[in-house]
């Protein structure tokens, strides 16, 4: 059984398009994000939800919309994609713990995003 | 700030040692992580070290934790073909976000 999720793995689009990936996590974790690693492997937060609240919210542009239906899911939709919206988003999920160092983030397998 | 660099990539023979460096800025991170992605997967946990330890011995894994020139190394002993991955270091700040802060990663190459 996979723990977190995401589909499509993979996403061919024309720049201006709107996309949506999906991520769902069967691992009863409160809190989800949304990474995206661009070309150089470089890998930042975009946003994340702690039980269907949005508790991080990076400086990413208001294109990006997160939705959490209920703590087990995290969608991203995407409006007017662009070129530089190219890249590989990861979901994650964790358990909100009491701060200790094994408090792991569980990953996705990543849906590559390819504009056009 | 909050920024972790790393070198990019390192190329070793299979047999011998693996060290991987990084670099953070954050003072307050109270826990550092070494992470590996493997091609076309998402990334996985491999360790971690709070931050009031210099060091941490896992089976063939070794991190050494220089807090004071906030150095982070992951050292792989006798490297298999199977450790050629992505390795990425990442800290985790004083905030209760929870929010993790990685490096631009380490290919390591092995080779046989």
């Known amino acids: 059984d996979t723990a977190v999720s995401q589909t499509p793995k993979y996403l061919v689009t024309q720049m201006g398009n709107d996309k949506s990936i999906k991520c769902e996590q069967n691992l009863g974790h409160d809190t989800m994000y949304w990474y995206k690693q661009d070309s150089k492997k470089f890998l930042k937060i975009m946003f994340s939800y702690n039980n269907k609240e949005l508790i991080i919210n990076e400086t990413v542009p208001n294109r990006f919309s997160p939705k959490s239906p209920d703590k087990a899911h995290l969608n991203l939709h995407i409006n007017s994609l662009e070129l530089g919206d190219s890249a590989v988003y990861f979901c994650a999920s964790k358990q909100k713990g009491t701060g200790g160092g094994n408090e792991k983030l569980f990953f996705g397998s990543g849906t590559q995003l390819s504009v056009l | 700030g909050e920024d972790v660099e790393q070198s990019l990539f390192l190329s070793v023979r299979e047999g011998d040692s693996s060290v991987i460096n990084c670099t953070y800025t954050?003072?307050?991170?109270?826990?550092l992580y070494w992470y590996k992605q493997e091609p076309g997967a998402g990334l996985q946990l491999l360790t971690y070290i709070f931050s009031n330890m210099d060091m941490k011995q896992d089976q063939r894994l070794t991190v050494l934790l220089n807090k004071k020139d906030k150095h982070l190394s992951l050292r792989i002993a006798d490297t298999q073909t199977g450790d050629s991955a992505i390795y990425f270091c990442?800290?985790?700040?004083?905030?209760?976000?929870?929010?993790?802060?990685f490096g631009q990663g380490t290919t390591l190459q092995v080779k046989p």
């Open positions: 954050d003072s307050s991170s109270t826990y």
């Open positions: 990442a800290e985790k700040g004083s905030s209760n976000t929870g929010k993790l802060i």
